[in-house]
């Protein structure tokens, strides 16, 4: 059996990474890598966006669906 080069070692783990992430995003797989700190930075997120009365961070079109994106983020 041929030994992998490292270039070829790479574009597997590229690959697998990109099955990973489409897993996840058609819901087939659980996202395992999810650190439980950032729930926390999603909530603040949420919540300065909330608080942006002069749509400094966000403009008023895209504001609901951010937040609403952020609530199911965490």
């Known amino acids: ?3 992998q080069s490292k270039k070829e070692r790479m574009e597997i783990n590229d690959f697998k990474k ?3 992430m ?3 995003n058609l819901s087939l797989k ?3 890598r999810f ?3 950032l729930e926390m930075i999603f909530a603040l997120y949420e919540k300065m966006i909330q608080n942006d ?3 400094f961070f966000i403009d008023k079109e895209r504001k609901a669906h951010i937040i609403e994106s952020l ?3 965490k």
């Open 30 to 32: 659980e996202n395992d």
């Open 35 to 37: 650190y439980s700190g």
């Open 71 to 73: 609530k199911y983020s």
């Open 18 to 20: 990109r099955i990973d």
């Open 53 to 55: 009365q002069d749509t």
């Open 1 to 3: 059996m041929k030994k």
């Open 22 to 24: 489409l897993a996840m």
